[in-house]
């Protein structure tokens, strides 16, 4: 799907054909002044906004809550310098998931097939019309799955392999992420280092969705002629720039307008998908965010876990932490 994370493509084994140049611009440069006055008032209504980098305070328990882009791009170098002293300086650092629990995903994944897999029922073949599975057919073989494999395979599992750019990130082979970033330095410092969530947890919150809406947004994005190139552009720029709900709210106005398909129904489904890969995440590391040992704790999360009324940060502000934003 078009919400996809590219290391998450990475990390599923999903091969990456050589690509054009990236042709994407940041749709914020090119907004109405109607949908500028828009994106000012929704904005206003979105908790924690703006910034990466947040520290949470309560008694003498300081948080800090780094956002995060898990693909590499070079601009990361310069937010490394300013992190690197909190980082050395943490009793503990709190990723996703870390290096060493990633390394599992291949066990986890032969044990439990059906993260990735229709497990029982009806297959593709029997849900989708005769010429939508055959143009995901023709467009899957390119990239030399079977059919009879793509049968049964979840359509979010799909919709990643569809949703391409030649902007995954800024020389995608040559930079780490920032979370790698992050734990490396960690580990340099003897910091100790753990992981929010079991490898896996991410993708089992996709496979959570009702086949009927994953179906549904794999349809749009087999039919989508929108310029992909044009969202990562935006979403990354809007990072780096410490505004990503910005990019989040236009990605929402923008995906799929080219589908004659009620923008209600595109909402509920862009809803559906945030809830079970941001919202319930986010409920479930809490806990283990407040039962970490130590009174400096360094929280590494991918950044669109912030902003939001369950985002991390107001999370935290429920808890009774006073929240300030800090340099990034």
Same mark, same amino acid.
């Given at each position: ?17 050589? /690509? ?12 109405? @002044? ?54 050395? %300086? ?7 998931v870390t290096e060493a ?11 439990? @097939? ?32 079977? %059919? ?16 391409? %750019? ?13 979370d790698e970033r992050i734990e490396r ?6 910091? @100790? ?5 079991? +490898? ?39 990072? /780096?720039?410490? %505004? ?53 704790? +360094? ?10 009324? +369950? ?9 009774? /932490? ?7």
């Amino acid at each position: 799907m078009i919400r996809a994370i590219v290391t998450l493509m990475l990390c599923l084994g999903i091969a990456f054909p050589a /690509f054009a140049r990236c042709t994407g611009t940041d749709l914020r440069n090119h907004l109405t @002044p109607s949908a500028q006055k828009r994106l000012e008032q929704e904005i206003r209504d979105t908790p924690f906004a703006y910034g990466n980098h947040w520290v949470a305070t309560k008694g003498s328990k300081r948080i800090h809550v780094v956002g995060t882009q898990h693909n590499g791009d070079s601009r990361m170098r310069k937010v490394m310098r300013k992190l690197r002293p909190v980082i050395r %300086s943490a009793d503990a650092v709190l990723l996703e998931v870390t290096e060493a629990e990633l390394s599992r995903l291949d066990e986890v994944l032969r044990k439990n @097939p059906s993260i990735l897999l229709i497990p029982r029922g009806p297959g593709l073949p029997e849900m989708m019309s005769a010429e939508d599975w055959s143009m995901l057919q023709l467009r899957m073989g390119f990239e030399g799955v079977d %059919s009879d494999l793509l049968a049964r395979l979840q359509p979010w599992y799909i919709s990643m392999a569809l949703s391409r %750019s030649g902007c995954g990130g800024r020389g995608i082979a040559a930079y780490a992420g920032l979370d790698e970033r992050i734990e490396r330095i960690a580990i340099r410092h003897r910091v @100790p280092v753990g992981s929010l969530e079991r +490898v896996g947890d991410g993708m089992r919150s996709l496979s959570r969705q009702p086949i009927r809406d994953q179906l549904a947004l794999l349809e749009l994005d087999i039919k989508s002629g929108l310029n992909f190139d044009d969202q990562i552009v935006t979403l990354s720029n809007a990072y /780096f720039e410490e %505004s990503l709900a910005e990019a989040m709210l236009i990605q929402k106005w923008t995906l799929y307008r080219d589908i004659d398909i009620p923008r209600r129904e595109v909402a509920r489904l862009l809803e559906q998908y945030d809830r079970q890969i941001l919202d319930r995440r986010n409920r479930a590391w809490i806990p283990v965010i407040l039962g970490t040992k130590g009174n400096t704790i +360094v929280v590494a999360v991918g950044a669109a876990h912030l902003p939001g009324r +369950v985002g991390v940060l107001n999370l935290l502000r429920q808890q009774g /932490f006073t929240l300030s934003r800090a340099a990034f």
